[in-house]
């Protein structure tokens, strides 16, 4: 292959993914915008007969919608800052202290990430009745509040810093706690993004655990609340309604994506994920 056909052959590769990725997003959207008959007359059709916003205004009308909403955003920003705060210590410990047990810590952090969630879920959950937190919003952010690949991030982050920056602040009398909040955090601003958009994703688009643990409609977030919505009309479903609460469910993490792009790009380099 010649050097200029190599690049050619790339590009259009490249657009054709995109394109694949992007049209079932194009076709939820188009779908937000009609109506539910329009949608059972003519399921395939990429553009609405005769758009209208009447299914986003009946989603915020509907009672509990603003509840599930509140509570989605509750639950992830306490997922993502306690990840941010819990990771990041973790990650510094791993990578640049010394202490009895490093080894077996790290090695802790790689099992965690090869375990499923269907082999932990029961565990956890017997955990939550224990401490009573069942049908609560802490029950829900509880299990996600510290992310293995979240440490796994920082502390791989982590370990590309140079050692010798670290030991010239310890020269000049900084402690371990100021070098890690004036030093190390504020290079870690790639990590701390990665670490932002995969903890808000693993919050905010989770729907087994909540839908365990929360047993009221008052302790639904997002998703589940959306699926309870979904099925209030019985055997037929308002498809409209629900394309537009799939808009609103993907909306925040396209507008945080777009924020965080260059630092998570970074941080995946930084970090050698794939």
């Known amino acids: 292959m010649t050097g200029r056909l190599r690049p050619t052959v790339l590009y259009t590769a490249l657009i054709v993914l995109v394109i694949i990725t992007v049209l079932p997003f194009v076709w939820v959207i188009s779908g937000s915008l009609r109506t539910t008959g329009d949608i059972l007359a003519n399921p395939g059709a990429w553009l609405p007969t005769q758009a209208t916003f009447d299914n986003f205004v009946r989603l915020f009308s509907k009672n509990g919608f603003s509840t599930f909403l509140s509570n989605s955003i509750v639950v992830a920003v306490v997922i993502v800052i306690g990840n941010i705060i819990a990771a990041s210590m973790a ?29 932990t879920f029961v565990p956890q959950f017997v955990v939550t009745v224990q401490l009573g937190l069942v049908d609560t919003l802490a029950g829900i952010a509880l299990p996600s509040l510290v992310l293995p ?8 982050f982590a370990a590309g810093i140079p050692d010798e920056l670290l030991e010239a602040a310890r020269i000049d009398g900084a402690s371990e706690i100021r070098i890690f909040f ?12 990665t670490v932002t958009i995969m903890s808000f994703l693993a919050s905010w688009n989770n729907f087994i655990w909540p839908l365990i643990v929360a047993q009221s409609a008052d302790s639904y977030t997002l998703p589940v609340g959306l699926a309870a919505m979904s099925q209030a009309a019985g055997n037929v479903k308002d498809y409209g309604l629900v394309l537009a609460g799939a808009v609103v469910v993907m909306l925040p993490v396209l507008v945080l994506f777009l924020f965080l792009q260059r630092y998570f790009v970074q941080g995946i380099v930084a970090t050698g994920l794939k």
């Open 91 to 119: 990650g510094f410990a791993l990578a640049k202290l010394e202490f009895r047990g490093k080894r077996i810590a790290f090695a802790a952090v790689l099992i965690a990430l090869m375990v499923p969630f269907s082999a």
């Open 149 to 156: 690949i979240s440490i796994f991030i920082m502390r791989q």
């Open 182 to 193: 004036q030093i190390f955090l504020p290079l870690a601003g790639p990590a701390v993004a």
